[in-house]
């Protein structure tokens, strides 16, 4: 039999969201608030949100599937104001000679100047710039998954979270709260990018 997931209740999941590092609070909420994955998340453009329709376009998911999921109405402007730093940051990379991300590899080869573009950039970009260690191009690479992980681990503790919670345990946790409202199964599986409506189910 498959091991059932874990799923933390609204309050364990607001109270979560509390104590995680605000320099991680906006991305853990979007992971809940979206039920992308990890590396969903961290590799998120800026391209792929649209306000204006209130949704995600999640590129390559798991099986090299692109699907859509909402954009939570409470992280609209948060996510606008992260944009904005964004883009400074951008501006001043670009300035130094610098600015480019990598892109997936067909792309890179079809359009080798996209990296440079203000679509292309992460959301979530790490702090400091980093050398490709196969091209030798200095480019600002996406927020590290193990970063995340560890603000997640301090603040279970730091929420006395006796569930064995990981991040993906708040994809889990989007899921049960959407069937609890009522929604229906096949558009959580949509949603989640489940390609069995099994794995759903589960």
Known sequence: TPRLPTVLSVDEVKGLIDKVDPAHRLIVSLIYGTGMRLMEAVRLRVKDIDFELGSITVRNGKGDRDRVT????????PLQNKIAEVKEMHETDLAMGHGEVQLPDAL?????HAGFEWGWQFVFPARDLSIDPRTGVVRRHHQFEGTLQAAMRKAVMAAKITKPASIH???HSFATHLLLQGTDI???????????????MI
């Open 186 to 200: 096949r558009e959580i599986q949509v949603l989640l990018g489940h390609k069995s409506l099994e794995t759903t």
């Open 169 to 171: 345990t708040l994809r």
């Open 70 to 77: 909402f954009l939570p109405s409470s992280l609209i402007a």
């Open 108 to 112: 890179n080869r079809k359009y080798p």
